[in-house]
């Protein structure tokens, strides 16, 4: 990642990384710890950046285990603290994050199930890897209409809800296809 201060101030960037877990159906974001730092997937480096006004600084995430079974999504947050030049006080200033995905090595096991009722379509991840999901709800496959047509992001043990509504086609038909990370494994399921 290139950062780049654009400001007229210096600004000071902690570089935090946290991991996504499913757990009891509820998503949880924790931070790496210090303590475990040998068994992170990744580390950043540098992990705290000054900015000059103007000035750029690259960023880098280094893979260390890469015997990882599973599917690993890990946040990097960008952190910024500003010196003002008012009474030498310290500003904060509004970061971001992004996300990074390190594959597992494992197969997928498992599948995703989808289910239509009550105007909703429910998608339960029920396999071992985050998914990449695609929902066609086009009334035919000929339809070049993109209104009709959306993906999502679903972790692993994860669930989503989706009013039917939300889907633009409202065709009786609903064609999704599901892939892992590394596009090996790919499958299309259909909910009437």
């Avoid at 890469?66 to 500003?91: C, H, Y």
């Avoid at 992001?153 to 590394?182: C, M, Q, T, V």
Wanted: glycine share 6%; net charge negative.
């Amino acid at each position: 990642m290139l950062l780049k201060n654009t400001t007229g101030r210096t600004e000071f960037i902690n570089v935090r990384l946290s991991h996504l877990s499913v757990e009891n159906n509820e998503v949880i974001e924790k931070p790496f710890k210090t303590e475990e730092f040998m068994n992170w997937p990744v580390y950043s480096t540098p992990s705290a950046v000054i900015l000059d006004p103007g000035g750029a600084e690259r960023v880098s995430l280094v893979r260390m285990n890469k015997d990882n079974q599973e599917d690993i999504l890990i946040g990097v947050s960008l952190l910024p603290d500003t010196l003002s030049s008012f009474n030498n006080s310290v500003d904060i200033s509004v970061g971001y994050k992004s996300w990074y995905l390190v594959p597992g090595k494992s197969a997928m096991v498992g599948q995703l199930d989808a289910n239509r009722r009550a105007g909703e379509l429910l998608l339960d991840n029920n396999t071992n890897k985050h998914l990449s999901v695609s929902i066609d709800s086009c009334e035919n496959s000929e339809s070049s209409n993109q209104d009709c047509e959306s993906t999502l992001f679903l972790l692993s043990g994860a669930s989503k809800i989706i009013p039917i509504s939300a889907l633009k086609g409202e065709g009786r038909k609903i064609n999704i296809r599901y892939y892992d990370a590394l596009k090996k494994t790919v499958k299309d399921i259909s909910v009437s």
